[in-house]
Every structure is written in C-alpha cells, then in structure tokens.
C-alpha cells in the first residue's frame, strides 16, 4: 500500500544561486564541486548538495540541513569562476510525498508530471498556482521538493488547502 500524502518543510536547508561567470562552462563548476553540474532542468546530488538546473549556467544549490556556513564555503570554492548568492532566507522548500503528491502538484503546474515525463532528478521552473516555483522530483515515493519565494509561502498554503481534498496532513509554512 502506497504512503498517504504528506507534505513536510524540510528544515535546516541552505540554499543558494549560483551563476558561471562569462566564459566559466559547467565542467569548470563541476571539478571544483565535485559534482556534475545539470546542464538541462534536472537535478544532480551529491552527500553535501543537490544542484538544480533553473537556466544556462544557473543552477539552486541545496545544501543539506546541519551545514551552518555551507553558503560561505560554497563561495569560497567557486570564487572566480561563479557568483554565489544566499537564498537561505528568501526561499522556502516544502516536501510533497506519497500517494497523490504528483496529482496534487499537477492540479497547479502546467508540465507533465507523469513518472514517464518527469523522471527522477528532473526539474522545472514553473508555476503552480499563479506562483513561481523550482520543482524537482526526488525519488519514486514518489516525493517532489518545491522551492518559492517565502513571500509567497501563505498563498501556496492557501493553495494545498483549497486543492488537497482533505488528503494532506496540515502543513504551517515558516
């Protein structure tokens, strides 16, 4: 039996843009990161980041909770090559998972999210709602991280309420 329909803000994450310089292609990114920067909408992770692809030479680093000064550091490794802007606090990332998170989603985004079309590590900037968002499929639960801007947060809330049919557990942005 499928997991019911959750949706969880994931705490502690750091979030960060991160832009090449003129000149800088992805594998340049790549070699000091460790990691394998997305040139296409999908997302490539290793233990200490997900990397989102949002446009050319553009990508929403994600660091994983428990990483204080992950951003400073992440700029500190790309100094030269890429700019690097904390979005820690300008963004929220919620969790959607279980059955029922790619439906919900779908009443709002107008992509497919069909496990066919929108594989794991797919991604899309998109809008769910009327409001931007950065969707990304994490795994076949299957769960999907949304990031919107915070501003936003109280809308998107109002939102999974008058989609969810009652199917969601409550979930109070911060």
């Known amino acids: 039996m499928a997991e019911a329909l959750r949706i969880i803000q994931p705490g502690g994450l750091a979030l960060a843009a991160v832009m090449a310089r003129k000149g800088v292609d992805a594998s340049t990114i790549g070699e000091r990161l460790g990691l394998t920067p997305p040139t296409d909408p999908t997302a490539a992770r290793n233990p200490s980041m997900t990397l989102i692809g949002t446009g050319p030479g553009t990508w929403l680093a994600v660091g994983e909770a428990g990483q204080g000064d992950w951003v400073a550091g992440l700029e500190a490794t790309l100094a030269g090559i890429a700019s690097v802007s904390d979005q820690s606090s300008g963004y929220v990332v919620l969790r959607f998972s279980g059955q029922g998170a790619g439906a919900l989603l779908q009443k709002g985004a107008f992509i ?3 496990p066919a079309a929108f594989a794991i590590g797919a991604a899309a900037t998109t809008v769910i ?46």
Do not use: C, E, M, T
């Open 112 to 114: 497919d999210l069909d």
């Open 129 to 174: 709602g009327h409001l931007g968002v950065i969707l990304w499929k994490v795994d076949d639960a299957p769960s999907f991280d949304v990031a919107l801007f915070r501003s936003y947060a109280k809308s998107f809330q109002a939102w999974i309420a008058a989609n969810a049919g009652g199917q969601a557990l409550p979930v109070s942005i911060a």
